[in-house]
């Protein structure tokens, strides 16, 4: 079971940029994906982006060209870097692993963490 834990949320412009951050413990070298997933009152958790241990890059349509993914060198903390980013980004983001390859449903994921707020105002 790999451990979650996100930070870096809070409330920003619109057009402004946050970086969020996923540190994680309990994982090996064996293959994987990590991703971030994020979820607004009254839609569905939305796939947003995922990596792989071979740093394979899958993103959501709807944050292309915005958003970045990227691991540390040690791939203990994944990264979310957002600019420019719009108030329909506004959700709660989380980040979630699954063993394998990487994956855009959310229910093909079985660790998770407890989410960090994201709020883009205007």
């Known amino acids: 079971q790999v451990q979650l834990a996100e930070s870096g949320g809070g409330s920003v412009q619109e057009g402004g940029s946050l970086r969020l951050s996923c540190e994680s413990s309990g994982r090996t070298y064996a293959k994987y994906c990590m991703g971030w997933f994020r979820q607004a009152p009254g839609k569905e958790r939305e796939g947003v982006a995922g990596?792989?241990?071979?740093?394979?890059?899958m993103y959501g349509e709807s944050v292309k060209g915005r958003f970045t993914i990227s691991q540390d060198n040690d791939k203990n903390v994944l990264y979310l870097q957002m600019d420019n980013l719009k108030p329909e980004d506004t959700a709660m983001y989380y980040c979630?692993?699954?063993?394998?390859?990487?994956?855009?449903?959310?229910?093909?994921?079985?660790?998770w963490g407890q989410g960090t707020q994201v709020t883009v105002s205007s």
């Open positions: 979630a692993a699954r063993s394998g390859n990487c994956a855009s449903a959310p229910t093909a994921f079985t660790s």
């Open positions: 990596i792989d241990a071979d740093e394979r890059i």
